[in-house]
């Protein structure tokens, strides 16, 4: 089946713009993770969904973060005002529930902030 | 505070020696760890986790509570094993990973 996808694949855009990113989970899957991967750092965990709930916001770097997910189905991680520190490639992963269940990742979003 | 540490941002070996790629974490409750694996132009992918002891491509990884250490290993490395490694910790009730910076494995011919 199909695995989780995001996009845009690549996004460049202005300091001070607001972008807004798209992850489609596994058809199924409950759960929906969104990471952070800025250059010669590891991944940095942002926002957990289980449903369309966000039990787990705390590592939203900044109220210029936000995230919002329909149902059990795709989410919109929402930048405004992006800053050149957010350049970063920003990952999803999706997985059955919570628990011992594997996470699924995406393929990224490379955001460029110039 | 919740911490996984991979020191070695490269490390380059010949085909057939061994691999061990080191991993370290800080954690006060009952660990779950993971090594995922990132092959060129593909996603990222979990490679093993500790509580299945299972041996995944040929690497082992066994977790040590009393040195906090969660070493991946491999008897004979293949120029295929060529990735980025990362480990993960599953904090808690939290769902959340969090993972180390990465250690690049080059495999030479």
């Known amino acids: 089946g199909a695995g989780v996808s995001q996009s845009p694949s690549n996004k460049v855009t202005e300091k001070g713009k607001d972008v807004e990113l798209r992850c489609d989970p596994i058809s199924g899957h409950t759960a929906l993770y969104w990471y952070r991967q800025r250059l010669g750092q590891g991944l940095e965990f942002l926002i957990y969904?289980?449903?369309?709930?966000?039990?787990?916001k705390s590592g939203l770097p900044s109220d210029r973060f936000s995230a919002e997910r329909t149902g059990e189905s795709v989410s919109t991680l929402t930048i405004q005002r992006t800053q050149q520190e957010d350049s970063a490639v920003y990952l999803c992963?999706?997985?059955?529930?919570?628990?011992?269940?594997?996470?699924?990742f995406g393929p990224g979003t490379r955001l460029t902030v110039t | 505070a919740q911490r996984v540490t991979q020191p070695e941002k490269l490390l380059s070996v010949f085909k057939g020696a061994p691999v061990e790629l080191k991993c370290n974490y800080s954690y006060s409750g009952s660990p779950e760890l993971f090594w995922y694996v990132q092959y060129s132009r593909q996603r990222l992918q979990l490679l093993l986790r500790?509580?299945s002891r299972e041996s995944i491509k040929g690497f082992t990884a066994d977790l040590n509570k009393g040195e906090t250490s969660f070493h991946l290993k491999k008897p004979f490395a293949q120029e295929e094993d060529s990735a980025m490694y990362y480990c993960a910790l599953r904090a808690g009730a939290t769902n959340k990973l969090i993972f180390g910076t990465g250690t690049l494995l080059a495999v030479q011919p």
């Open positions: 500790h509580i």
């Open positions: 992963a999706s997985s059955p529930g919570t628990g011992f269940y594997e996470q699924y």
């Open positions: 969904f289980q449903g369309n709930s966000a039990p787990d």
